[in-house]
């Protein structure tokens, strides 16, 4: 059997340079929702998340995620049958106008994606580290 690696260092919206039905194994850790170092990013992608940030948070959370569903189709037409995909996300608080101090569901979110597009759910491995600030 002959195996190979190959890394992409692109956004993973698009992965046309990878054959469907190819991949056995991803490992990601995509930019967290309402994490708000990844506001300008997530904004980037998507310039309506900056109108919303802060009047309607829930319609940002989730017009985050649509810009990550868009990921996970690709994942998903990439993957083989039996693959695996590893994803490193975490939950996120934040303080925002409209709501208050709030917990956003993002692993939740995510969980959902998949399993509602046909993936089989394994145990989580739960990490529960003390702060998201960098160090």
């Known amino acids: 059997m002959t195996t190979s690696t190959e890394v992409h260092f692109t956004d993973s919206s698009s992965m046309e340079e990878v054959e469907d039905n190819s991949v056995q194994l991803v490992v990601t850790s995509p930019p967290y929702p309402m994490i708000e170092m990844w506001d300008e990013l997530f904004t ?17 959370f989730e017009q985050m ?40 569901h993002n692993r939740e979110r995510i969980t959902q994606w998949f399993t509602e597009n046909g993936f089989q759910m394994l145990p ?7 702060t998201n600030k960098p160090n």
């Open 124 to 130: 989580s491995i739960i990490w529960s580290k003390p």
């Open 44 to 60: 980037e992608v998507e310039p309506s998340i900056d109108e919303t940030i802060d009047s309607d948070s829930y319609t940002a």
């Open 65 to 104: 995620h649509q810009v990550l569903d868009r990921v996970w189709e690709q994942v998903e037409s990439v993957c083989t049958d039996d693959a695996i995909v590893c994803i490193n996300i975490g939950n996120a608080t934040r303080s925002v106008d409209d709501l208050g101090f709030t917990l956003f």
